[in-house]
């Protein structure tokens, strides 16, 4: 497996050639292929696609060369893909997104109405902020303005070293336009439609639009013409255009869509991505949040991959895993993607500023804003090690039931449907449909997938064999709801359906492990952190405060640009550097952070104490309501450093124990660790990183019997200072930006509360246990 990946680098900074240059040395020291070049909430200096801008980009690109990192470009300015940061809907108005709501009242741009048990409905036109992507006059405009700017702009040895485009989230146009549907139900729409229906089925579409959103003779039909219309319709009009551009100059196009995540979400988004899979290059899907969330969709885009290309695919991992996300949590993650045969990876975010906007926008910052970044490389080399062992081809065929989906799906579920991912929707036909088939594929061993219509048009019998493109298949499963023609039925009739089967999960049986006292020291030299919240006091003016017992040297550090700082009276030099008193401080600054509050925290060494008592918390947490007070550095407790002064520490907190060694040793276990990972060495020589759930190490050559010095740093999970402290859940597997104001969206629970913030500190545990396990040199 040709296993690649990449950093998703968010450029939401000035474009500056030396600090752009200095990360992608981050990047590749990091462990990473190369770098996807991602405006998002770029400022605009140079202007966005300006010829200073691509100056300067052109140096980077080719800095990039020099250190052997592959480059791609983002095709936007923010997301999703299309508008060109604005600029394409000020030059071509008529690209932009509409869609149709039923609704009962006259409207006042109606395109049409129709009679339904006795009562009359009408179709609403509604526009929206974003593009039609069914026109196909966008791709061209798209190209012209993005692409060809880029191609033009560039300096020839800069483009020419560009390998890939990268487009986000194009869709049929209700995904984008969520908030604003129709409670009875909405369906994509765009200019020429109506002709199109006509065209390609000889038919009026105002004949079959009833059927779309209530039941009547022939709605099943209906309905799946509609969809696979659409798909088509997306399919040329989109992304071909830009797949072929990109070829025409030896560009790859990958791209993932909205609503991948299983056959129910991708009707009224795109269809079906089998489709669309086989029009891209290099076809990707976005698989975001902590935790593996179903197989099917990576086994999709792997399965088209190699069905219709040449195996490579991609997947944006990771994004929105929140600051509480460690290395153990990223390797599972990315071996989940790869073992189902994704191998061009692009880990989601790296903020090339963070400020505060770039802390709360879907976090984390990876690799060089969380704590853990000096174990990233290790994560990256596991992984690729991981994959050798990985052989993505298939023996099964799998038949999705799309088209069974499409004729009972009403356009009123998409509202009661989470459109972040679609990990709820309603209990429908539909939904009861992509159930069973969900179920089915978790007991299936070895398998591809495909739709109904790519048999239809790819597949033939070949020595006893399905040959669908590239692949051939011993035997193939059709769903329950999978409606082939009568040819693809015939097909597949003359071959074995495979058992399913229930999962069987190989364990591998653990070496033996002694286990003896470890009474661990903790080496206090650490600089220690207070996040502090801050309090608008109007035009753009903050206040904050916070106890000390002492008078205690600080430095005040924010995430933004602050000026005007004030200490207790005094202003505090250019190093935000000072005093604090004892008793109640308070810092005045001013500071601009795009509308929200602040982030910033003081720095020194000392401790953090809280005044009431930690408690467990949600998910893992522990949870105590403060205030908290900074005192001089104390022997803190190594089996709770979080209680015992440092809750909010950054740096790694290293502890140490002189342990005596029966036999030759060959690997050490810490155990009861409460951390994001830990990194160990034996007598000053290094044995590298670990993390759970093993938490082992193996020696670089076997440890004699003897007194031995063991040193483990303990790396604290970024969430304790990052936040958001006062989430109702505390370290969720999925954080939003609307999580950090507090709000309900579709990343909370679906019966959280409307406010989800509590009085609560959240912090995750950081300590260690006085035991050691050890594993001997076998004999």
Not at 16 to 28: A, N, T
Not at 268 to 273: D, E, F, K, V
Not at 595 to 613: D, K, N
Request: hydrophobic fraction near 40%; include cysteine.
């Amino acid at each position: 497996m040709n296993l690649r990946f990449y950093s998703l680098w968010a450029i939401n900074a000035p474009l500056e050639e030396g600090r752009l240059c200095r990360q992608l040395d981050v990047l590749r020291s990091a462990g990473f292929d190369g770098a996807v070049f991602h405006p998002r909430y770029y400022p605009n200096v140079p202007p966005y696609l300006s010829d200073q801008y691509m100056a300067v980009l052109s140096r980077v690109i080719l800095y990039a060369k020099s250190i052997g990192m592959e480059f791609w470009i983002y095709d936007e300015d923010g997301w999703p893909s299309g508008t060109v940061g604005g600029q394409l809907l000020e030059r071509y108005p008529q690209d932009g997104q509409q869609w149709a709501d039923l609704v009962a009242e006259a409207p006042a741009e109606s395109l049409g109405s129709f009679e339904h048990a006795g009562r009359r409905w009408h179709l609403a036109r509604r526009r929206g902020a974003g593009v039609d992507y069914l026109n196909p006059d966008l791709a061209l405009h798209f190209l012209e303005m993005t692409h060809e700017r880029y191609r033009l702009g560039l300096e020839p040895s800069a483009f020419e070293h560009v390998t890939t485009f990268f487009c986000d989230e194009p869709e049929f146009g209700l995904g984008h336009a969520y908030n604003r549907l129709s409670p009875l139900g909405s369906i994509p729409w765009t200019r020429g439609l109506l002709e199109l229906y006509q065209s390609h089925y000889g038919q009026p579409i105002e004949e079959i639009l009833p059927l779309l959103f209530f039941p009547g003779d022939g709605d099943r039909a209906a309905r799946v013409k509609f969809w696979e219309l659409l798909t088509d319709r997306f399919c040329e009009a989109f992304v071909k255009p830009i797949d072929q551009w990109c070829r025409r100059f030896g560009k790859r196009f990958t791209a993932h869509v909205k609503g991948e995540e299983h056959p129910l979400f991708q009707v009224p988004m795109i269809g079906s991505c089998h489709q669309v899979f086989q029009n891209l290059g290099l076809p990707g899907i976005d698989a975001l949040e902590r935790f593996p969330s179903g197989d099917f969709f990576p086994r999709q885009v792997a399965s088209a991959a190699q069905q219709f290309g040449n195996g490579d695919c991609m997947a944006e991992a990771f994004g929105g895993a929140g600051w509480g996300a460690g290395p153990g949590d990223l390797e599972r993650y990315l071996q989940w993607l790869v073992g189902n045969g994704v191998n061009h990876l692009v880990l989601h975010l790296f903020q090339s500023n963070l400020s505060t906007h770039a802390i709360h926008d879907w976090p984390a910052s990876i690799p060089a804003h969380v704590n853990w970044r000096d174990a990233f490389a290790e994560v990256i080399a596991r992984v690729r090690r991981f994959a050798k062992s990985v052989e993505p081809r298939a023996d099964t065929l799998v038949v999705a039931p799309y088209r069974g989906i499409m004729e009972t799906y009403a356009p009123w579920e998409l509202l009661q449907t989470n459109i972040h991912n679609a990990s709820t929707y309603p209990d429908t036909a539909a939904g009861r449909i992509n159930r069973d088939f969900l179920k089915l594929i978790k007991s299936v061993h070895g398998y591809d997938i495909s739709d109904e219509r790519s048999i239809e048009q790819h597949g033939r019998l070949e020595n006893g064999r399905l040959r669908l493109g590239n692949c051939s298949y011993r035997s193939v499963i059709v769903a329950e709801g999978a409606r082939l023609n009568d040819a693809a039925r015939q097909l597949v009739a003359e071959l074995p359906t495979a058992v399913a089967v229930e999962s069987v999960r190989v364990v591998a049986t653990p070496p033996p492990v002694d286990f003896c006292a470890a009474k661990w020291n903790f080496l206090p030299d650490v600089v220690n952190s207070l996040v502090l919240e801050a309090v608008p006091l109007g035009g753009q003016r903050f206040s904050t405060t916070f106890e000390a017992s002492q008078s205690i040297e600080l430095e005040v550090g924010f995430a933004d640009i602050a000026e005007g700082i004030i200490m207790n009276g005094s202003a505090l030099g250019h190093n935000s550097r000072g005093v604090c008193v004892p008793g109640r401080n308070e810092i005045h600054f001013g500071c601009s952070a795009g509308g929200l509050i602040p982030f910033l925290a003081v720095h020194g060494q000392f401790a953090v104490r809280s005044r009431t008592t930690f408690v467990d918390g949600p998910n893992g947490t522990v949870i105590t309501e403060g205030p908290f007070t900074i005192e001089p550095t104390s022997a803190a407790q190594p089996v709770d450093f979080v209680a015992t002064g440092y809750p909010f520490c950054r740096e790694p907190l290293t502890v140490q124990s002189d342990i005596e060694f029966k036999m030759a040793m060959a690997q050490t276990q810490l155990v009861g660790v409460r951390a994001d990972c830990a990194h160990v060495t034996i007598d000053d020589v290094d044995c590298g990183w670990c993390w759970g759930p093993d938490w082992s190490v193996r020696l670089p050559s076997a440890a004699p019997a003897g007194p031995h010095k063991i040193v483990v740093r303990l790396i604290p999970s970024t969430f304790n200072f990052f936040g958001p402290h006062h989430h109702i859940d505390g370290d969720r597997y999925i954080i939003s930006p609307e999580q950090y104001e507090y709000i309900k969206n579709f990343a909370d629970r679906p019966d959280a509360p409307q406010n989800t913030r509590t009085t609560f500190w959240h912090f995750k545990s950081v300590g260690i246990d006085d035991l050691l396990g050890l594993v001997a040199v076998p004999a």
